[in-house]
């Protein structure tokens, strides 16, 4: 079940910058780190972005990410035709006592 | 890395054990998970297990049915799926989890399960 709401898409022309918004509560992303992971049509989801704001050796700075009370985002700027992929935001749910994800954003280089 | 294997063609009902196989660094040293993805669906996180094995958390939906466990000897992981439902169809990704702060920063390719009738 995906607690953690996402916009189904977003587009962008190369070069410019697109956000991706994620929506939870207070017991996942109110209270807890986000990480953002991308996944490129075919293959296994790649850690994007992890405590909300951190990225992973080999993440291009191009990606940044930040968070606000119960809501976070996902910024790509310099967009470019490899980053069309499905992006998933998540947060561990203190309810839950697991890792809830986002429903998904399909990101489409025009 | 991590590979995963046992995914299958099962009836509604079976069951079905999924393996993970670990290699260049050991499935005791970390916390383990798998999570899954329905055809054309989202991510979904299905259960996990901490370093000493005393720790299992799992989503509402397969508590009761499915069982996460592993081997070390053998750096396997393993999902043991009872009483398979049509709603578990998914590809099944092993994941490595890392805490403090918490991650899933190693995944495997998948193994595909397909439950129908």
């Known amino acids: 079940q995906s607690v953690l709401t996402q916009p189904p898409s977003a587009s962008g022309a190369p070069g410019q910058t697109v956000t991706i918004s994620c929506s939870g509560s207070i017991s996942n992303i109110g209270t807890r780190s986000v990480n953002w992971y991308q996944q490129l049509p075919g293959t296994a989801p790649k850690v994007l972005i992890y405590?909300?704001?951190q990225r992973p050796s080999g993440v291009p700075d191009r990606f940044s990410a930040s968070k606000s009370a119960t809501s976070a985002s996902l910024a790509i700027s310099g967009l470019q035709s490899e980053d069309e992929a499905d992006f998933y935001c998540a947060a561990w749910d203190s309810l839950l006592d697991g890792p809830v994800f986002g429903t998904g954003t399909k990101v489409t280089v025009l | 890395q991590l590979v995963e294997s046992g995914g299958d063609l099962v009836q509604p009902g079976g069951s079905l054990r999924l393996s993970c196989t670990a290699s260049?660094?050991?499935?005791?040293?970390?916390?383990m998970s798998w999570v899954r993805q329905a055809p054309g669906k989202g991510l979904e996180w299905v259960a996990y297990?901490?370093?000493?094995?005393?720790?299992?958390s799992y989503m509402d939906s397969v508590k009761g049915r499915f069982t996460i466990s592993r081997d070390s000897p053998k750096e396997s992981l393993y999902l043991q799926m009872n009483t398979l439902r049509t709603d578990d169809t998914a590809i099944y990704y092993c994941a490595r989890l890392k805490r403090g702060p918490w991650y899933f920063d190693l995944w495997g390719r998948g193994t595909l399960v397909t439950v129908s009738s």
């Open positions: 297990m901490n370093r000493d094995g005393s720790q299992t």
């Open positions: 405590n909300t704001d």
């Open positions: 260049g660094f050991t499935v005791r040293s970390d916390w």
